[in-house]
């Protein structure tokens, strides 16, 4: 069974940088696509990032394009969302997700990741 664990969350002020972490266990991933998303209050969840492993490519939501950046690390079993310049409109819940599957990861919605984590909170006050 494929279990994801985030952690990193914080609160931090505006301009800051954090940096998240999804340790993933249970499975080999090479065939996983990796992602990250967020909801905030009231809000629908979001995607933010997502990660071949195989390959390393990465995709981003345009709202974090140039700020976020996703990375994995094999030997770790570990994926990363280097977060930064947060604002506050980043503050949510940040979820790790993941699948089995050979479909780009822009075709994926959050309804086709099959595992996810608990959730980590970042809060960006202004």
């Known amino acids: 069974q494929v279990q994801l664990v985030e952690s990193g969350g914080g609160l931090v002020q505006a301009g800051d940088s954090l940096r998240l972490s999804c340790a993933a266990s249970g499975s080999t991933f090479s065939t996983y696509v990796m992602a990250w998303f967020r909801q905030a209050p009231g809000k629908e969840r979001e995607f933010v990032a997502a990660?071949?492993?195989?390959?390393?490519?990465?995709y981003y939501d345009d709202s974090v394009k140039g700020r976020f950046t996703i990375s994995r690390d094999s030997a770790k079993n570990t994926v990363y969302l280097q977060m930064n310049n947060l604002k506050p409109e980043d503050t949510a819940v940040y979820y790790c997700?993941?699948?089995?599957?050979?479909?780009?990861?822009?075709?994926?919605?959050?309804?086709?990741?099959?595992?996810w984590g608990q959730g980590t909170q970042v809060t960006v006050s202004s």
């Open positions: 990660i071949r492993w195989s390959a390393g490519s990465s």
């Open positions: 997700a993941a699948v089995s599957t050979a479909l780009s990861p822009l075709l994926l919605g959050s309804n086709d990741y099959r595992y």
